[in-house]
Every structure is written in C-alpha cells, then in structure tokens.
C-alpha cells in the first residue's frame, strides 16, 4: 500500500496501492487510499476537530462545496446508522482520514461507515496525513482542490487539476438555493434520547415559528420543537407575504452553504420585511450572517474557518463560557454592525463575533451551532430564550 505522501506539481502516476488522490489547485497532489462513493467531486478543503459526529458532519447541508479533513485519526470506528443524520441528502463533496475505516464497534451501529458513505454518494480518502494538511490549511487558508477515487488506481491527472483550478472558490458562491427543499412543510420530532429515539412533536396550542431553510441541519428544528414550538419550514426564496401569511409568531433563519453576501440578495429584503413586520427572529449560522448583512453590517471571508465541537464562547452578558459547536468559513465583522446592535457573543479563538442582539428589532442570532449535533449542549438555552418569548407574545396579543 502506497503511503500517503505530498508531492511536486506535475507528478502524474499514482503511486503503487494509491487508489485516493486529493489533487489540489497549486498543483500538488496527496496520494491516499479511497472509500466510499467513486469519481471525482471539486471543492474547497477544510478541518474539523471534532472527535465524534462524523455522519452528522457528513450531513450537514452547510458543507456543500466542501471537502472535510477530520483531524481526528480514527473516523469510521464506530460504524454508521440511519438516525444521526442532518439532512435527507448529503451534501459535503467527501472527507479526508488518517486511518482505514475499521470495523464498527458500537451497539448502535448498523453498517460500516465505507458503506454507508458509499451509499450516500460521497468520496473519502484514508491514508492522509491530515496533520501536514491541516497546518498547511492553517498557514495559507483553505485550498480548493479535487477529491478523487479510483479503484483501479487510474488518474487523468490534467483533468482533475484542471478542474480543481477552474472551480471559481466559495467566495461569492450562492449554495442555499441549491440545498434547500422545494416545497413548504411541517416539521414534526424532537431530539433523540437513548432508549426512546427521536421524540414527538407536542401537542396542543404551541407558538408558531417559520423556519426559513437556507441548508438546515435537522436537530435545529429539533430543538425548536423541544423547546415547544410548532414548526413550519420554508424554502430559502419564499416571499416575505407568503411567510407572513402563515400568521408566524417567530422567525427562525437557518444555517446554510456557501457565501453569505451572495445569498444576502434574496434572503436580505425578506429578512428586512419580516423584521419591519415586528416579528421576533432567530438566526443560526449564515442565519446570523444574513440577519447582520440585513441590519446594515458586513460579512468577511475567514483564512480558515472554525469547524469543531469544542470552541469556547464568551457570553457577554454574564462573562460564562459556552462550549459551543461551530462550522463557518465566513464571519460577521463586527466592527459594521449598526448602532442599536448588541454585541453578545464572542470568540475566545481569535475574537471574531459570535452573535449580536439587535433589541429594538427583537431579533438575535449567533455565530456558533446551539443544537450541537455533534457537539456540547451548552447553548440549547437559546432555543427556549426564543420560543419562550413567543409564548409570552401570545399571551399577551
Ligand atoms: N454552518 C453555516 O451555516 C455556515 C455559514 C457559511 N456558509 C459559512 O461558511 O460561514
């Protein structure tokens, strides 16, 4: 078996045993071991640090355009199951592993994780030294580049490397529009307990929140649901009168893929409209990113990003630190945010913002992922500060 070893732009043959390659724009090219789905899929390279969740990281719609290399080595070991998934489809383009995916050993596993992987039409790549990719991500940013699987071995070098330099990269790159659902629907299910799976949605009058779904991962609706709402999802295009048609008590804006400001055309006027309507809102990730841009802030590029599930958070409110979930590659520069703006949450990283409370609006949103999904649960208080409010507003109305 060939090991994994990065090599000189040009290099065309792949080493004996490869039958994974990374092929990146610069022209370098990292030999592995393929799994999972084969062909060849383009996208920008990142890492995620989290050490569990592999199937739900695989999931998540906000990974479209994205190919993730898990620093942790051992991924795969505790097999895969039809329950922690995020999304109907997947829409990651493929990982990246140190080691061999091994067998399952996890009662709750129910197939390997190559397969299912395989299954889902996603490439991965074992044999990597992640490490050396990481820090190279680290010093000069997240690289696009090709992911490709072989069994035979057999590379079109030119053609992979040609396509990783003419894939035009995520800045500027509306992906919401093209992970979203097509049709309005309800979401029934709350979040999964051992012993009982996922819950039921409750019953009787429940405040109303639209959830507009700009790529959401399903354990945000989830937990709106525990925390007792009734949820109803739209597609990332829907009209503001079509939205506020469905009489919502709350907003929720969605995570999602891709560029913030290229999406921010469509999304920014309805986000306006329903703000002006006097609607309470909640944003999660782009969430949070599109409701900046619809106050007036800017969002910026990240040289690489935070994808992990142990991110420290200062709360400003009270100086506690939330552990918190996190997958962006864009960021709210907090320095553009408007007067009236409450900053509420920041990075303890790199002090990039984390989430902002615009009070008069009664809207809020943060950077980081409360519904974890894989992650701490630290931040599932933000679900219940948002529909509780709601229910107070029906009292009151
Ligand atoms: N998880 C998300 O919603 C990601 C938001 C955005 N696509 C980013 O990369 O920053």
Same mark, same amino acid.
């Given at each position: 078996?060939? !090991?994994?070893?990065?090599?000189?732009?040009?290099?065309?043959?792949? @080493?004996?045993?490869?039958?994974?390659?990374?092929?990146?724009?610069?022209? *370098?090219?990292?030999?592995?071991?393929?799994?999972?789905?084969?062909?060849a899929?383009?996208?920008e390279?990142?890492?995620n640090?989290? $050490?569990?969740?592999?199937?739900?990281?695989?999931?998540?719609? *906000?990974?479209?355009?994205? &190919?993730?290399?898990?620093? =942790?080595? /051992?991924?795969?070991?505790?097999? %895969?199951?039809?329950?922690?998934?995020?999304?109907?489809?997947?829409?990651?383009?493929?990982?990246?592993?140190?080691?061999?995916?091994?067998e399952?050993?996890? =009662?709750?596993?129910?197939?390997?994780?190559?397969?299912?992987?395989?299954?889902?039409?996603?490439?991965?790549?074992?044999?990597i030294?992640?490490?050396?990719?990481?820090?190279r991500?680290?010093?000069?940013?997240?690289?696009?580049?090709?992911?490709?699987?072989?069994?035979?071995?057999?590379? +079109?070098?030119?053609?992979?490397?040609?396509m990783?330099?003419?894939? #035009?990269?995520?800045?500027?790159?509306?992906?919401?529009?093209?992970?979203?659902? +097509?049709?309005?629907?309800?979401?029934?299910?709350? &979040?999964?307990?051992?012993?009982?799976?996922?819950?039921?949605?409750?019953?009787?009058?429940?405040p /109303?929140?639209?959830?507009?779904?700009?790529g959401?991962?399903?354990?945000?609706?989830?937990?709106?649901?525990?925390?007792?709402?009734?949820?109803?999802?739209? @597609?990332?295009?829907?009209?503001?009168?079509?939205?506020?048609?469905?009489? @919502?008590?709350?907003? =929720?804006?969605?995570?999602?893929?891709?560029? #913030?400001?290229?999406?921010?055309?469509?999304?920014?006027?309805?986000?306006?409209?329903?703000?002006?309507?006097?609607?309470?809102?909640?944003?999660?990730?782009l969430?949070?990113?599109?409701?900046?841009?619809a106050?007036?802030?800017?969002?910026?590029?990240?040289?690489?990003? /935070?994808?992990? %599930?142990?991110?420290?958070v200062k709360? /400003?409110?009270?100086?506690?630190?939330e552990?918190?979930? $996190?997958?962006?590659?864009?960021?709210?520069? %907090?320095?553009?945010?408007?007067?009236?703006?409450?900053?509420?949450?920041? *990075?303890?990283?790199?002090?990039?913002?984390?989430?902002?409370?615009? @009070?008069?609006?009664?809207?809020?949103?943060?950077?980081?992922?409360?519904?974890?999904s894989?992650?701490?649960?630290?931040?599932?208080?933000?679900?219940? !500060?948002f529909?509780?409010?709601?229910?107070?507003?029906? %009292?009151?109305?």
């Amino acid at each position: 078996m060939a !090991k994994a070893t990065p090599t000189g732009p040009g290099t065309g043959s792949a @080493p004996q045993g490869a039958t994974g390659a990374l092929v990146l724009a610069d022209g *370098s090219i990292l030999w592995g071991r393929g799994f999972g789905a084969t062909g060849a899929g383009v996208g920008e390279v990142c890492f995620n640090t989290a $050490m569990t969740g592999y199937q739900e990281i695989m999931t998540d719609p *906000s990974y479209a355009g994205q &190919i993730i290399t898990f620093t =942790f080595p /051992h991924i795969g070991n505790v097999g %895969a199951n039809a329950e922690d998934v995020e999304a109907d489809k997947p829409r990651a383009v493929g990982c990246i592993v140190r080691q061999d995916v091994t067998e399952p050993s996890n =009662f709750r596993s129910t197939e390997r994780f190559d397969a299912w992987l395989a299954a889902q039409g996603q490439i991965g790549i074992s044999g990597i030294d992640t490490r050396a990719l990481t820090r190279r991500i680290r010093l000069a940013g997240a690289p696009n580049a090709v992911i490709a699987h072989a069994p035979d071995g057999r590379f +079109d070098i030119d053609e992979l490397l040609a396509m990783a330099r003419s894939w #035009p990269g995520l800045e500027g790159m509306d992906l919401a529009k093209d992970v979203t659902r +097509d049709e309005q629907g309800d979401w029934t299910g709350g &979040i999964w307990t051992l012993g009982h799976g996922y819950g039921a949605a409750g019953e009787g009058e429940r405040p /109303h929140v639209v959830a507009i779904d700009y790529g959401a991962k399903h354990n945000i609706f989830r937990n709106l649901v525990r925390a007792g709402a009734r949820v109803t999802v739209v @597609p990332a295009k829907t009209s503001a009168e079509a939205i506020l048609a469905l009489k @919502p008590a709350g907003i =929720f804006l969605s995570n999602g893929p891709g560029d #913030p400001a290229a999406t921010g055309d469509y999304a920014v006027p309805v986000i306006r409209a329903l703000m002006d309507a006097g609607l309470p809102i909640f944003g999660i990730c782009l969430g949070h990113q599109l409701l900046a841009l619809a106050v007036g802030a800017k969002t910026i590029k990240m040289h690489q990003g /935070h994808r992990g %599930a142990n991110h420290p958070v200062k709360r /400003h409110a009270d100086a506690v630190v939330e552990i918190t979930s $996190m997958n962006h590659g864009f960021a709210v520069d %907090a320095a553009t945010l408007p007067e009236g703006a409450v900053v509420t949450h920041t *990075s303890l990283f790199d002090g990039s913002n984390c989430g902002f409370e615009m @009070p008069a609006k009664r809207a809020f949103s943060v950077q980081y992922h409360p519904e974890a999904s894989p992650g701490p649960q630290d931040s599932f208080y933000l679900f219940e !500060k948002f529909v509780s409010n709601l229910s107070n507003q029906n %009292a009151e109305g």
